[in-house]
């Protein structure tokens, strides 16, 4: 990940071949001020997202999960817990 004052760069690997086909991703950021913050893929072949406009020196819960093609989601991945650096 990388992580400035207001934002953070998330990544992650694909699932195993063999798996449901996946068309998107999703990505929940919790943490800061308000309801949690979704953030959509245009596609599976992007596996990595900006979070921005986050709050300096704040820890944030983000984690995963992928959508198939009918809508189904696949379970959220384990939190990843990243804290913003300071101004």
Request: hydrophobic share 35%; net charge negative.
């Amino acid at each position: 990940s990388e992580i400035s004052w207001n934002s953070v760069r998330v990544t992650w690997e694909p699932p195993t071949p063999g798996a449901a086909e996946l068309v998107k991703y999703e990505v929940v950021c919790e943490g800061g001020v308000g309801a949690p913050t979704w953030k959509t893929t245009d596609a599976a072949s992007v596996t990595s997202v900006v979070l921005a406009d986050l709050r300096p020196n704040t820890t944030y819960n983000l984690r995963v999960q992928g959508r198939t093609l009918t809508g189904l989601k696949t379970p959220l991945s384990e939190p990843l817990l990243v804290t913003t650096a300071q101004i």
